[in-house]
Nanobody, 120 residues
Framework: QVQLVESGGGLVQAGGSLRLSCAAS????????MGWYRQVPGKQRERVAY???????IYADSVKGRFTISRDDAKNTLYLQMNSLKPEDTAVHYC??????????????WGQGIQVTVSS
């Protein structure tokens, strides 16, 4: 029973900060590539930030300089530090990860999603 669980979302005023966490559990040996995505009703889901197992990162142009993706492999946890938040950042955020399970299977998983709301 492998799961990704997001936490740290909520309501914040424009200019504020939040840190999202995504913890993998349930028979996980390690994680490879991991990313954060967000979606607004009526719009396509977009990739916000991505981090490879090597540590290489990729950011959407809209968040460069404001967001930082990181990982703690010892905890199988992914983070997204979001600073200088804007109302346009309001969305449901999802984490995604390629996971090596303890049974030897490698596949990707999605979290349940967590709301981030930025007020103006």
């Amino acid at each position: 029973q492998v799961q990704l669980v997001e936490s740290g979302g909520g309501l914040v005023q424009a200019g504020g900060s939040l840190r999202l966490s995504c913890a993998a559990s349930g028979g996980i040996f390690s994680a490879n590539n991991m990313g954060w995505y967000r979606q607004v009703p009526g719009k396509q889901r977009e990739r916000v930030a991505y981090i490879r197992g090597t540590g290489t990162t990729i950011y959407a142009d809209s968040v460069k300089g404001r967001f930082t993706i990181s990982r703690d492999d010892a905890k199988n946890t992914l983070y997204l530090q979001m600073n200088s938040l804007k109302p346009e950042d309001t969305a449901v955020h999802y984490c995604n990860a390629d996971l090596l399970r303890t049974d030897g299977v490698v596949r990707y998983y999605w979290g349940q999603g967590i709301q981030v709301t930025v007020s103006s």
